[in-house]
């Protein structure tokens, strides 16, 4: 599936959820369910230090697309990570370095994602493209 | 007179609005107080009405201002019982007081002094520290804390040796709200010859120190903290020692002549107020000190115990909460967290029930260490603040709680 076909899907699925409280369970269900990182890849060179959580990301490259790993110490935080991956993880590189993020804010989690927040989210997306482009670099040299 | 805390709310505009649907429940005033309307009004009627650069002016706008700029540092140096208003230093808040003192110690040090600083300190009162011991050669030691969140006394006494030059503690530790012996600490300090610095921050919107009989020979604070406005703060220093002090910076006002050979300093306090002041946070500074004695700093403190009493209590009903800093004398603060849930899930599900709260390490991670967490949740009460605001605090919690277990 297409990042865009991804990102429309979860924007379905949010939109079933009227107020705050069933759509931050359903985050927090995502957040359970999020397969988690290898704890030997839980180093700090995977780390992405949030002022308040910890994000690990890892990447890796199987048949042309990037499969991303990654867990949080805190809940929200994981559910937020788990809709990234569904949304970014198993592309190429080029399509991950294309895709925009407004979606988040179509799904309601806009304040997530400022900068303020310090929670290593907005770190985490932009660590995401920059192994997009690592990728892509490796592929071309 | 008994204290109407409804009435007292009247005066703070902003408790009217609501977030997230919710009426706005404001529990982190150990981060900053709310401003009430006579301390706006004063910031709006200098803009409006006698805006002027202080001190240099002979016309009328300007003597105004200066006057009402003097003015509020005597209702500074009156409320902490200073002796002389020179001894008031403005500053643009604590973090600023302690860099100037930092700075100015740079050149009375030598290699091998010892400087003490409490566990429980934040990094303001870490970090200039660190920077002045690299630039000096000095060695920062550490006065430990025991798991209820209480300096350890005796290891203070082992640490206090002739060596000692220096000793940094805050009045009130911010993360845990402990209330720091510190009469017996700039006691004992003196015995050894060290000058000691207090950090009022966080004590000083609920204790009103008397800083002579205190002994202290620096006191800093802020006044966004008591009430007053962000950007402006005073640093206290016993006259000779800020005497002995270079000046931190350079620049007008700060100077008696200037040549391109030489410059003579001005006197005190100029001496360290280089360059045009935050005039209108100054004279509001002022009017929070007001305002503040208006209400009364006893009915403050008995009022906000009662506050943390009860909240104390109703927190602790709730399974698989723990609060960090048990020490007995506190203020109104209580950081805690829920067994099993990271601090920064609470603060995020709770801030949508409209309650503002602290998460994190409350720029104080050698305390998280300490207690081996990545943070608490901190609610910070004010006595502006209700029971029925700590009832809201509960329930929200109990929430959270559920949806995150």
Redesign the interface.
Known sequence: MTIATLQEELIEEFSLFDDWLDKYEHIIELGKSLPLIEDTLKTDDKLIKGCQSKVWLHAEMKEGNIIFTADSDAIITKGIIAVLIRVFSNQTPEEIIQADTSFIDEIGLKEHLSPTRANGLVSMIKQMKLYAVAFQAQKTT | MSFDVQKIREDFPILKRSV?GYPLVYLDNAATSQKPQEVIDCIVAYYSTYNANIHRGVHTLSQEATEAYEEARKKIQKHFHIQYPEEVIFTSGTTHGINLVANGFSSLLNEGDEILVSAMEHHSNIVPWQMLCERTGAILKVIPMNEKGELVMEVFENLLTEKTQLVFVNHVSNALGTINPIEEIIQKSHKVGAAVLIDGAQSCAHIKPNLQTLDADFYVASAHKMCGPTGVGMLYGKKEWLEKLPPYQGGGEMIKEVTFEKTTYAGLPHKFEAGTPNIAGGIAFGAAIDYLHKIGFEAIANYENELLEYATSELLKIKGLKIYGTSKKKTSVISFNLEG?????I???VD?LGIAVR??HHCAQPIMDFYKI??TVRASFSFYNTKEEVDRLVKAVQKAQM??S
């Open positions: 997230n849930i990271h601090p920064f899930d603060g995020t599900i949508k998460t994190g990545p943070g949806m995150l």
